[in-house]
């Protein structure tokens, strides 16, 4: 199994900037796709943010497009997500996620296509 860790939430202000990051365990395949999720406060649904795979291909959902970055580091050990222009419908819980060998790698597969979650990390974006 694949444990994940997060960390770099926080609070800010609208217009600021996060990083977040999500140690990865050796993944069992080179073969991967990562991906940041968020759930926002109770009543909605969480939602792909951004997912990136092993070949560097990435997707964004609309509403963070041109604001926020996904990046990997040491082969899919390490993943982040550079948060810029913070609003606050950003708020929520922020999750990574991780799935080898995936049948499709990007935001509109859902959290149906990963099986390795991370515990989350919150994110607060005050007006």
């Known amino acids: 199994q694949v444990h994940l860790a997060e960390s770099g939430g926080g609070s800010v202000q609208a217009g600021g900037s996060l990083k977040l990051s999500c140690v990865v365990s050796e993944l069992p395949h080179s073969t991967y796709c990562l991906g940041w999720f968020r759930q926002p406060p109770p009543g909605k649904d969480r939602e792909a943010v951004a997912?990136?795979?092993?070949?560097?291909?990435?997707t964004y959902v609309d509403s963070v497009q041109g604001r926020f970055a996904v990046s990997q580091d040491n082969g899919g050990r390490i993943l982040y997500l550079q948060m810029n222009d913070l609003k606050p419908e950003d708020t929520g819980r922020y999750y990574c996620a991780a799935e080898s060998l995936p049948h499709s790698c990007r935001v509109s597969a859902g959290t149906a296509a990963f099986g390795d979650w991370g515990q989350g990390t919150q994110v607060t974006v005050s007006s």
């Open positions: 997912t990136i795979d092993s070949d560097g291909y990435i």
